[in-house]
Nanobody, 124 residues
Framework: QVQLVESGGGLVQAGGSLRLSCAAS????????VGWFRQAPGKEREFVAA????????VYADSVKGRFTISRDNAKNTVYLQMNSLEPEDTAVYYC?????????????????WGQGTQVTVSS
């Protein structure tokens, strides 16, 4: 069992930056792939970025490529999402999720464990 807790959300102006953290507890995080998803009001949850275990292969949604960076610190059992050049369209609740198979999947159904989410609001 893995417990995930997101933090770092908040209110920021367009063009600003935030860094989200996903802290894991319960089991060694090293062997898990981790993804970030987001859900805006009235919309479905969508993939943002993911990072695999060990070699930390990362994938991104086209909408955030070049602006967001996912990384992991296995010593701290934490995965980060650095978000730069934020746009109002990035406003959503951001969730991290863990995949026990270790992949960096874009597929919502690949993830067994989910955090409670952190709100990101970007004002224009």
């Amino acid at each position: 069992q893995v417990q995930l807790v997101e933090s770092g959300g908040g209110l920021v102006q367009a063009g600003g930056s935030l860094r989200l953290s996903c802290a894991a507890s319960g089991r060694t995080f090293t062997s898990y792939g981790v993804g970030w998803f987001r859900q805006a009001p009235g919309k479905e949850r969508e993939f943002v970025a993911a990072i695999s275990k060990y070699v930390a292969f990362a994938v991104y949604a086209d909408s955030v490529k070049g602006r967001f960076t996912i990384s992991r610190d296995n010593a701290k059992n934490t995965v980060y999402l650095q978000m730069n050049s934020l746009e109002p369209e990035d406003t959503a609740v951001y969730y991290c999720a863990a995949d026990q198979h270790g992949a960096s999947s874009r597929n919502y159904f690949a993830y067994e464990y989910w955090g409670q989410g952190t709100q990101v609001t970007v004002s224009s």
